[in-house]
């Protein structure tokens, strides 16, 4: 970790220094050495010549009966203070010496970080705020609901997505589908879940949700049905055919562009698959019950297959009683994989070969953003003082033991391969040993069934994370909002830490920074940042803040 490095700098730091200036200024006169190269006459005026001798130094005078004793006596008393401040001087110099080479934050040993401890608060596994508001979750389903929906024959045609990405952004595009068929009045055919070129996966919507279940819940809102209609020969080439694809779908689009622009060609084609369809419907810019309806997808209707949260529920129960007796434990999504530090394009602690290897894969995977390189350096410097570059695990570490959670903390990792191996991890995992993946909780076999779908071992990740006590994410992303939203959803009773990176990122790189001041800062910032219900706001992000229109008060 760059910030949390040993200040080795002495000169640059000494200058500024109040010992050092104390330490400095030793050499000069100092008005508890006496003055003995002074003559007699130099030391004392006419009128003082004229009193009796040692009548200013009658108490020193009592303990000799000779008058030559008394210039060996103060002979001594000036060896005597000189040594004083020759050791005074010296401890001065040590103490100076000791502060400029200790970090400034945690010692740094190898690999292997020392933090000061900090007394545990009371609040660490609750959310000490959660009394302070009264909302509760209102999108669910209202029983008796009378059905709206057209019949078949009426309904305005059909639409057909691939929900594209990793199981979140898949899962955010199933409640926009959902949404988007509501505003057209139109029929779902269940969503496509795609091939993804980083996840290569082949996992199909039966494999990891209730299809039944989705199907059923929703039925009072929307029409879904399982396949495309038997009646329509083309299937093979509903994506290909450009006559049957809507691919101008801006993102974040107003619900005015879909009946504008998408219906007529739904009402014409009769079937129209709509391409690309993950963040193409906005959120302050349609009615409430749509999103309302959103929401309802998002925490009622899309149900994990009862394996799924079987295998959940076991991992949770484990995490708990890890020690013999039941425990809180805390869940941290770590995004610091490869391709989110080279997507990210900040600057990161590595040896000169691990830096040129993370600019050729830069340089690789977004040439574009890359250029020649050289614009790099001040975007990375600016991007973290923004707060928008991935914690380390290293810098995790140190944020925790400041809000007071111990070396005992129970903490389930969900993240994917950690670049920079077990030497990235090594300052988090040597400062909370009782760290562990799923794949350290469960056994091998009772993974297998769960690998062939890597969907399946992402949902795992959700649901640990989602039943925690404490929640912490590093950096953004669909994972951690959906996990906060629900958390918010659900009550708000439970905690989730979202870091301030740009106050953290301030506080790492400030040289001078103490331990203490560190702390505070720390307490201080995130006393409100733990996943309570908030306002929403233009742009608002509705998958990590359903406040509204999903909650309502109590």
Not at 108 to 132: F, M, Q, R
Not at 413 to 435: D, E, I, K, T
Not at 521 to 530: A, E, Y
């Amino acid at each position: 970790m760059a910030e949390l490095r040993h200040s080795s700098s002495i000169g640059s730091r000494t200058a500024s220094s109040p010992m050092k200036r104390d330490s400095a200024g030793a050499g000069d006169s100092s008005p508890l050495i006496p003055e003995n190269d002074l003559s007699d006459d130099d030391r004392h005026s006419p009128k003082d010549r004229d009193r009796p001798p040692c009548s200013h130094f009658h108490h020193l005078c009592s303990y000799f009966t000779d008058d030559h004793r008394a210039p060996f006596h103060n002979s001594r008393i000036s060896m005597f203070f000189t040594l004083l401040l020759v050791l005074a001087g010296l401890l001065g110099l040590f103490t100076i010496l000791h502060k400029l080479n200790s970090p400034y934050l945690c010692k740094k040993d190898g690999i292997v970080l020392h933090c000061p401890h900090v007394k545990e608060s009371a609040s660490l596994w609750e959310n000490p705020y959660s009394s302070t508001t009264s909302w509760k979750p209102c999108a669910e389903r209202r029983d008796g609901a009378i059905s709206e929906l057209p019949h078949e024959n009426a309904t305005n045609g059909y639409i057909f997505i691939h929900a594209e990405g990793g199981l979140n952004q898949q899962r955010i595009a199933i409640c926009n589908a959902v949404a988007v068929a509501k505003i057209m009045n139109a029929t779902l055919i269940l969503p496509v879940l795609k091939q993804d070129q980083i996840w290569k996966d082949q996992t199909k919507f039966e494999d990891i949700f209730d299809v039944d279940h989705f199907i059923d819940y929703l039925k009072y809102d929307v029409r879904i049905v399982r396949d495309i209609p038997e009646w329509f020969t083309d299937k093979t080439e509903l994506f290909s055919s450009i006559r049957r694809t809507v691919k101008n779908i801006p993102k974040y689009a107003p619900a005015q562009f879909y009946i504008d622009n998408v219906l007529p060609r739904i009402k014409e084609k009769k079937i129209m698959a709509l391409k690309p369809f993950v963040d193409r419907l906005g959120y302050d810019n349609v009615p409430s019950e749509i999103n309302k309806l959103r929401c309802r997808v998002n925490y009622h209707a899309l149900k994990f297959l009862p394996d799924i949260e079987q295998m959940a529920d076991l991992l949770a129960s484990r995490m708990r009683n890890r020690t013999g007796s039941s425990n809180p434990y805390m869940a941290l999504h770590l995004r610091f994989e490869k391709g989110m530090v080279g997507l990210s394009f900040c600057d990161f602690v590595g040896t000169r070969d691990e830096k040129a290897k993370m600019a050729e894969y830069r340089k690789k995977e977004w040439p574009r953003r890359y250029k020649n390189g050289s614009h790099l350096w001040q975007l990375a410097l600016q991007k973290r003082k923004e707060g928008r570059c991935p914690l380390e695990p290293g810098e995790v570490a140190v944020i925790l033991r400041a809000m007071g959670y111990m070396k005992e903390t129970q903490i389930y990792v969900a993240s994917g391969q950690v670049y920079g191996g077990q030497n990235r991890m090594a300052p988090l995992r040597n400062m909370f040993p009782n760290l562990v993946t799923k794949e350290e909780l469960a056994t091998k076999e009772e993974l297998d069934g769960f690998r062939k779908h890597v969907t399946s071992l992402a949902a795992l990740d959700f649901l640990v994370c989602l039943k925690s006590d404490v929640f912490v994410m590093t950096h953004g992303g669909n994972f951690a909002k959906l996990i906060i939203g629900a958390r918010r959803y659900m009550g708000h009773r439970l905690k989730s830490i979202k870091p301030d990176k740009g106050l953290m990122s301030k506080s790492f790189g400030d040289p001078y920074m103490g331990w203490a001041p560190f702390v505070e800062d720390v307490i201080v910032t995130h006393q409100t940042r733990t996943g309570l219900p908030e306002e929403t706001f233009p742009n608002y992000d509705l998958w990590e803040n359903p406040l509204t229109p999903c909650m309502c008060k109590a």
